[in-house]
């Protein structure tokens, strides 16, 4: 009897191979219960991505980085930031700030919400190659979605004159937890089941 590759699923704790039943399974050879890993493969993508989501919505509505000048305190988020940068003729850094704080996430959004959603729901088989580059891209960018924070932290840190203080706001926490989130939510995306579409 020739029994296919999808059909076998390994013991977490004997490594023996065993035939998938499509119901309770026992190991053969330690008694076990062992289930298939293609039903619980993506629920943790999916609680660390609609984590992230939430954390970047505050993230773009309160000030990224609170400045006090003379008893005057100042809130920017992130694209009053970029605007202003732009209107100040600092063109290339509000671009650079804007890819990475708001085109990278919202990119990385997209591309996870339609991986995780073309493995429950397979579309087109000869896709494979393209799904498989769009999730070595969010592995990719990801760590640029943090410019926005270190630019946070060098200004806080470089900034030491008297009448001015320069602070980071609510909104580079929420940031810094939406683009760990979604970096979770990327290595716990199961690239393997990208072979099974």
Known sequence: ???????????PVCSAVNIDK????????????????????????????ITAIIAYIPANLYPMLITSKFGIVEGSTIMGGIILLWEQGSEPIAVIIFFASI????????????????????????????????????????????????????LAALIHLANIEIVAGTAATAFALSVFFTLLAAHAFDERLIKRI
């Open 1 to 11: 009897m020739e029994v296919k590759e999808e059909e076998l699923i390994r013991c």
């Open 22 to 49: 499509q119901r309770e399974n026992f190991c053969r050879r330690c008694g076990t219960l062992i289930y298939k890993h293609m039903r619980f493969s993506t629920q943790k993508s999916w609680a660390f991505l």
């Open 103 to 154: 085109f990278i996430p919202i990119l990385k959004f997209l591309i996870l919400i339609y991986l995780l959603i073309s493995v429950k729901y397979p579309m087109r088989k000869n896709r494979k190659i393209d799904k498989h580059k769009m999730y070595y891209i969010t592995e990719a960018i990801g760590p640029w979605s943090m410019i926005d924070v270190f630019v946070v932290a060098i």
